[in-house]
């Protein structure tokens, strides 16, 4: 029987190779907009995010946003987006994301509480759904197509 890997790869699927912090979350890299960053997979977050602290550094255009963000350890916080960003993923890449900009200062400190590295946002649920991804966690993989 031929490996998921192979299969997936048959499909046209591209992977990258996940990291399982300290936490239990699942690290990877990306590059938004031409500058690579670290980010958890979140597949409860309804949008990826990035850190408002680190905004400039994604050359990202905040504009103002009715959204309230919710999520571990805090809830109701203003929230800012960016529209027309690209994301690479290894292999995949999106053009015209948008992106939700808020404070994480919340996550990187719970990340620093159990001696993880800080993350510059969240990769959640638009991303994994508009790549079809597929987790493979006894590979620790990420498929994209």
Not at 133 to 143: G, P, Q, T
């Amino acid at each position: 029987m031929p490996s998921l890997r192979k299969i997936l790869e048959s499909k046209g699927y591209s992977s990258v190779k996940l990291e399982v912090i300290s936490t239990g979350h699942l690290h990877c890299n990306a590059i938004i907009n031409g500058i690579e960053g670290d980010f958890i997979l979140d597949t409860g977050a309804s949008s990826s995010c990035i850190d408002l602290a680190v905004a400039d550094y994604f050359s990202l255009l905040p504009e103002d946003s009715d959204i309230r963000a919710a999520g571990a350890g805090a809830s109701n916080m203003l929230t800012k987006s960016s529209q027309d960003n690209k994301i690479e993923i290894g292999e995949w890449i999106q053009k015209k994301m948008k992106l939700v900009i808020f404070d994480l200062s919340h996550v990187n400190t719970a990340l620093e509480n159990h001696d993880s590295e800080k993350v510059h946002g969240i990769l959640g649920a638009d991303v994994l759904e508009k790549s079809k991804a597929v987790i493979d966690y006894k590979s620790k993989r990420l498929y994209l197509k």
